[in-house]
């Protein structure tokens, strides 16, 4: 099945610690995207990537670090920078940017990270 | 900065009822999306509008790009009660631009 994962779905971490949460893609899409979602609230942007090797800062991107080494996984690091990092987290993917109207973004099943 | 918003916060209805939500922005935009979310799922994609007047239908869904490009709108009809989650619109400009903005969101419950 083609699709994208996102593993663990739940995951809970001491403070001060750095965590790495998994997005891996099989849908062949150039562009992926890492969202932060709390309680209430519309899905905010935190890093992008429109191609390996390459990736831009969203709108809330401090305390969060991304690598694209490979086409099919973005892996998003929380790290202990992150001063408010419990929320719940979601990896989407498209196409291509710029490529109307591929510019829907599929997501994947999120990962609800507590931070105690 | 561009405003976008959702309307209404939440709804409760009855199994049956049709259900009419709707987001309006601040800015013009080419592209607006709708998406569904489960609770504890990742939102997953309804319906795509490109053009201004558009209107398409997917099942018990309907959508509208309105006229002016500043607004959209989301019904369903004969609710069911898997129809429960979290509805978001969302926009993109288009071009080279990436960025989706999301509403807030429309909390629908539906009581059997």
């Known amino acids: 099945d083609g699709g994208i994962t996102q593993s663990p779905k739940y995951l809970f971490r001491k403070e001060g610690q750095n965590v790495t949460l998994s997005c891996e893609q099989n849908l062949n899409h150039d562009a992926m995207y890492w969202y932060r979602q709390d309680p209430g609230q519309g899905l905010r942007l935190i890093y992008y990537?429109?191609?390996?090797?390459?990736?831009q800062k969203g709108d809330i991107a401090e305390g969060y670090s991304v690598s694209r080494e490979k086409k099919e996984s973005f892996p998003l690091t929380v790290t202990s920078a992150q001063k408010n990092p419990t929320a719940f987290y979601l990896c989407?993917?498209?196409?291509?940017?710029?490529?109307?109207?591929?510019?829907?973004?599929?997501f994947g099943p999120g990962t609800r990270l507590t931070v105690l | 900065g561009q405003q976008l918003n959702q309307s209404p916060q939440s709804m409760f209805i009855q199994e049956g009822e049709d259900v009419s939500m709707n987001c309006t922005s601040s800015?013009?935009?080419?592209?607006w999306l709708w998406y569904k979310q489960d609770p504890g799922e990742g939102p997953v994609l309804l319906i795509a509008l490109y053009k201004a007047g558009e209107l398409t239908s997917n099942g018990r869904l309907t959508a509208q790009f309105g006229i002016t490009r500043k607004d959209s709108f989301l019904n369903i009809s004969a609710s069911i009660p898997s129809d429960v989650g979290i509805y978001f619109c969302a926009l993109n400009s288009g071009g080279s631009n990436y960025k989706l903005t999301f509403g807030k969101g429309t909390l629908l419950t539906v009581n059997p």
């Open positions: 990537s429109q191609i390996v090797n390459d990736f």
């Open positions: 800015s013009i935009f080419n592209t």
């Open positions: 989407a993917s498209s196409i291509g940017l710029a490529v109307p109207p591929g510019n829907e973004q599929f």
